[in-house]
C-alpha cells in the first residue's frame, strides 16, 4: 500500500508564499505522474499541477506564473511552491500519484490565504 503525506499548508496573509511537500513511502519512478488537487468548500476537486515521470510540468490557468511543481526523486517527494498567494487559493491541497491502473491520495493539507 502506497502512502502520500503531505505538510506544509497552514495560514498565510494575500501576497505570502508557502512550499507544499508530499513524501511518497515508496520510489515516485512508480509512477508515471504525479500531482496536486484542490478542494475549496462547495466546489469539486480540481488540478491544481502535474508533473509527469520525465519531469513535465502543466498548471491550471489560475496557478500558472505563481506555482511551481518540482520533484526529488532521491528523497521520493514533490513539492508545490506557491507565490503570490490569493484568498481564492484557499482549501485543502492533495496529493496524487498515478501508476497503471492505480491512482492514490494523500489525506490532505489545509491552506488558507487571509485577505
Known amino acids: 500500500q502506497v502512502q502520500l503525506v503531505e505538510s506544509g499548508g497552514g495560514l498565510v496573509q494575500a501576497g505570502g508564499s508557502l512550499r507544499l511537500s508530499c513524501a511518497a513511502s515508496?520510489?515516485?519512478?512508480?509512477?508515471?505522474?504525479m500531482g496536486w488537487y484542490r478542494q475549496a468548500p462547495g466546489k469539486q476537486r480540481e488540478l491544481v499541477a502535474a508533473?509527469?515521470?520525465?519531469?513535465?510540468?502543466n498548471y491550471e490557468d489560475s496557478g500558472k506564473g505563481r506555482f511551481t511543481i518540482s520533484r526529488d526523486n532521491a528523497k521520493n517527494t514533490v513539492y508545490l511552491q506557491m507565490n503570490s498567494l490569493k484568498p481564492d487559493d484557499t482549501a485543502v491541497y492533495y496529493c496524487n500519484a498515478v501508476s497503471i491502473g492505480l491512482d492514490y491520495w494523500g489525506q490532505g493539507t489545509q491552506v488558507t490565504v487571509s485577505s
Open positions: 508533473i509527469d515521470i520525465g519531469g513535465s510540468a
Open positions: 515508496r520510489s515516485i519512478f512508480s509512477f508515471f505522474r
